[in-house]
């Protein structure tokens, strides 16, 4: 059963574009929010978390929007760059058992 | 600090052999996770590890086993490989502090590890 449901599993942004990653979870014992990035050949490295008391988290060009209610959240990364170029990868945790997402790699072109 | 290392890093077997898979955890933390990562399924929860006890377990069969030791060090197995548990298996550390706001997990680079 897949507790943390991902979209899209495959994003081509150009650069200098608004990259958006859309993630539903069900449980609603998730008390953490966390997106990791992972690039080929390395472990899942954290990008920014959030709170489901919180409903947005700014960090630099990564931002977390996130609906309680909806049960839904999102990550948004502004000015995309080749850089980026990378799978995202949300996810949910509940004490220290953390959920993941299918994950989204992103590719940016020039 | 040093980082999550995890050894061997690339490891091949055959079906029916046993595999040990190592996880030295970041100075001080005291929770190591195992996740199994496959294109199909992604990331999965294997089990977490505190202070030598198992605290958490996915649902993966008894072939797939862990301890943990007072280092904090801890070690996964899985017995009677099948094709299927080829795949790229990942620890994590963390304080371990369940519930803390900053109780990251901090990712090795994982091993991979190829069934044949």
């Known amino acids: 059963q897949q507790q943390v449901k991902q979209s899209p599993q495959s994003l081509i942004v150009q650069k200098g574009g608004i990259s958006i990653i859309n993630c539903a979870y069900e449980?609603?014992?998730?008390?953490?929010f966390p997106w990791y990035q992972q690039f080929p050949g390395k472990g899942p490295a954290l990008l920014i978390a959030?709170?489901?008391?919180?409903s947005e988290k700014k960090e630099g060009r990564f931002t977390i929007s996130f609906n309680k209610s909806a049960k839904q959240f999102s990550l948004h990364i502004m000015d995309s760059q080749p850089g980026d170029s990378a799978t995202y990868f949300c996810?949910?945790?509940?004490?220290?058992?953390?959920?993941f997402g299918i994950g989204t790699k992103l590719q940016v072109i020039p | 600090k040093a980082g999550v290392t995890q050894t061997p890093r690339y490891l091949i077997k055959t079906r029916g052999q046993q595999v040990t898979l190592s996880c030295s955890p970041i100075?001080?933390?005291?929770?190591v996770s195992w996740y199994q990562q496959t294109p199909g399924q992604g990331l999965q929860f294997l089990f977490e590890?505190?202070?030598?006890?198992?605290?958490n377990k996915g649902n993966f069969p008894g072939r797939f086993s862990g301890r943990q030791f007072s280092n904090s060090r801890s070690e996964m197995n899985v017995s009677t490989l099948e094709l299927g548990d080829s795949a790229l298996y990942l620890c994590?550390?963390?304080?371990?502090?369940?519930?803390?706001?900053?109780?990251?997990?901090?990712f090795g680079p994982g091993t991979r590890l190829t069934v044949l």
């Open positions: 590890y505190f202070s030598e006890t198992q605290r």
């Open positions: 994590a550390s963390s304080g371990g502090f369940g519930g803390a706001i900053n109780n990251e997990q901090f």
């Open positions: 449980n609603t014992a998730f008390d953490y």
């Open positions: 996810a949910a945790r509940v004490y220290q058992k953390v959920t």
């Open positions: 100075s001080g933390h005291r929770s």
């Open positions: 959030i709170r489901p008391d919180v």
